[in-house]
Nanobody
Framework: QVQLVESGGGLVQAGGSLRLSCAAS????????MGWFRQAPGKEREFVAY????????YYSDSVKGRFTISRDNAKNPVYLQMNSLKPEDTAVYHC??????????????????WGQGTQVTVSS
């Protein structure tokens, strides 16, 4: 298991931008596929974005495609989620997730074995 810590959340006006970071412990972090999920009050956890261990493959939910970008720099550890053109409906607690099991693109909560505590993102209208 890898330990994950998110940062970068906050309050932003609609149309603004935020960049979330996910730092991981462990020397094998570069071998983990990573994902971002979010959970709004009263709603189920929702997939946001995925990136392969190498960074060569990314995948997004339709609700954020074209506005959010997931990236990683395995030499520096963090995985990032750049969020642009934010909308009030993006308000949620954002969690990063990691998994070492082989496989391709994954977008389900059950596909990831390690989770961070989350960082709050609030978008005002």
């Amino acid at each position: 298991q890898v330990q994950l810590v998110e940062s970068g959340g906050g309050l932003v006006q609609a149309g603004g931008s935020l960049r979330l970071s996910c730092a991981a412990s462990g020397r094998t972090f570069s071998t983990y596929a990573m994902g971002w999920f979010r959970q709004a009050p009263g709603k189920e956890r929702e997939f946001v974005a995925y990136i392969s261990w190498s960074g060569s493959t990314t995948y997004y939910s339709d609700s954020v495609k074209g506005r959010f970008t997931i990236s990683r720099d395995n030499a520096k550890n963090p995985v990032y989620l750049q969020m642009n053109s934010l909308k009030p409906e993006d308000t949620a607690v954002y969690h990063c997730a990691a998994d070492r099991r082989p496989g391709g693109v994954r977008a389900g909560s059950a596909d990831f074995g390690s989770w961070g505590q989350g960082t709050q993102v609030t978008v005002s209208s």
